[in-house]
């Protein structure tokens, strides 16, 4: 059954609930783990130790692009597979990977040249067997969410990261500074490609020609070139503070950065998880698709966007909180970046899913070529004005591209522009209504009680108000309890779910 993926046509609404519901479940572990150890590790290392570490994260999360090739989402995309064909392409990634790796090994002197940092060889030599590891597993888990076992991808994932965090800790409280960081993301490769292989000992074959993957080896090429682009994009702006403004303004806006998107990644990713691949068996039937993307976009919405305004509203005290006092700074960063984050929860849901899941990674390049061009213009505008220039131009350029690119996704498909803002003005207007109401009564919220318990309180507030608003806007009454019936549809299918093997490994069969 490893390579026949058939039966996922069938029963595709509950297998999608409970694969959405198993890994948000996963992912708000994940979010109360990494928010713990945000606050832990803050208080324990410096902007500069997290920049440093940004500087060279850069460029290894760039070769790591490249090891998947796009191969992983083709594997996952492509409606049958084969075993030669899937064994072929784990060669590929796997030479892929050891080619990068020993090109971040090889130029690691030039890396610590460029930012004037001397330490900073032997940290992007560490962290390029970070490549050499990861590499080994990018079909192995493609297979595992071609088949929706979203329960173990999530067990994986939430295994490497206590590893991660556990031994972070250890060598954070031992003196060792940015080198704790370096530490815990190479223990994070090595435990995810443990439990990958366990959790799917599958066994590739030699690589072969005349496999048939040529259209497969096309769409990862095409998805590769967007995610060049798009990456040289989303990290232009760490590349450029820590050139021109050091380490420490590129540890504010990193940090500032990855704590806003921090809640928002525990939302997208899952939800990602299960509509590429259900949206991929849909792409011969339109109107399935249509309602099907309509759902996923609106529960992405109502999920990602009241966190960013609650996080726009209440900045300077979630930044106290969970950073400590030494990150003051990052607040302001924190709320102008808000603006780019609201706009952007709906920024792989919106075009994303559609692009890749239709096959159309070739149009998602070729439209993304302008817009870096753009954005990378605006970063270097908004560097005259620091770390919160930069977060601007972010934010004007994720307002001003949103509804173009959506309208280039929806071209030739069965998809239109009312299908968008049917799911997401509800969820807007919402949200920001109850961040207006937050911050009126901010001012009047016990003002003697401890920091922590009034941003508890003010989070209750804003539940209660988003979740009147939605009783109050037209049609949101229904949207709410289409919601609640996902839960109803989850329980009725209890039975499936016993049955389906969903927590047992994904084991290979010789007649499949």
């Known amino acids: 059954m490893l390579f026949n993926s058939q039966h996922l046509s069938r029963d595709l609404a509950g297998k999608s609930v409970r694969g959405g519901m198993t890994t948000m479940t996963a992912q708000a572990a994940q979010f109360v783990l990494q928010l713990a150890g945000t606050m832990v590790l803050a208080r324990l290392l410096t902007p500069n130790d997290y920049g440093l570490i940004g500087m060279v994260m850069v460029v290894v999360h760039f070769a790591a692009m490249f090891k998947d090739a796009g191969l992983a989402m083709a594997t996952v995309q492509k409606e049958t597979i084969s075993h030669e064909q899937i064994s072929t392409l784990f060669w590929i990634n796997a030479l892929i990977s050891v080619f990068l790796g020993l090109c971040v090994l090889a130029g690691s002197p030039l890396v610590a040249s460029f930012y004037g940092k001397p330490e900073l060889t032997p940290v992007t030599a560490a962290l390029s067997l970070s490549l050499l590891i990861s590499g080994l597993t990018i079909q192995h888990q493609a297979l595992l969410r071609r088949h929706m076992r979203f329960g173990t991808l999530a067990t994986i994932q939430i295994a490497s990261y206590v590893a991660n965090l556990f031994l972070t800790i250890l060598l954070a409280l031992a003196g060792w500074r940015y080198w704790a960081l370096v530490g815990g993301t190479l223990t994070t490769a090595l435990s995810s490609t443990v439990l990958t292989f366990l959790f799917c000992p599958w066994v590739p074959g030699r690589m072969k020609k005349g496999t048939g993957i040529r259209d497969m080896l096309r769409f990862g090429g095409h998805l590769t070139g967007f995610n060049f682009v798009n990456y040289f994009s989303r990290n232009a702006d760490n590349l450029l503070i820590g050139k021109f403004l050091g380490a420490d303004a590129l540890g504010l806006y990193a940090k500032a950065y990855s704590l806003l998107m921090l809640p928002i990644a525990q939302i997208n990713s899952p939800l990602a998880a299960v509509a590429v691949p259900a949206l991929s068996r849909l792409q011969n039937d339109p109107e399935r698709l249509r309602a099907y993307y309509r759902k996923g976009l609106t529960l992405a919405s109502m999920l990602g ?67 870096v061009i753009f954005l990378v213009t605006a970063f270097v505008v908004g560097l005259r004005w620091g770390a919160v220039g930069v977060a601007a131009a972010l934010s004007i350029y994720m307002l001003s591209v949103r509804i173009p690119t959506v309208l280039v996704c929806f071209y030739r498909t069965a998809l239109r522009l009312p299908d968008f803002m049917a799911a997401t003005w509800r969820p807007a207007v919402t949200s920001i209504a109850a961040g207006v109401c937050v911050y009126l009564i901010g001012p009047y919220v016990l003002p003697q009680i401890n920091i922590v318990a009034r941003l508890l309180l003010s989070g209750v507030e804003y539940l209660f108000f988003y979740l009147l608003f939605w009783l109050i806007v037209p049609g949101g009454r229904g949207v709410l309890i289409d919601v609640l019936n996902m839960r109803r549809l989850l329980r009725e299918r209890k039975s499936a779910r016993r049955t389906d093997g969903a927590h047992k490994p994904l084991v290979y069969m010789a007649n499949s």
Do not use: C, H, Y
């Open 305 to 371: 966007m009241p966190v960013v305004v609650f996080s726009f509203v209440k900045a300077d005290e979630i930044v106290r909180v969970v950073l400590g006092p030494r990150w003051a700074d990052a607040a302001v960063i924190f709320r102008v970046l808000a603006v780019a984050a609201f706009v952007g929860t709906t920024n792989g849901a919106g075009s994303g899913w559609i692009f890749v899941a239709l096959g159309n990674v070739r149009r998602q390049l070729l439209t993304s070529i302008p817009r």
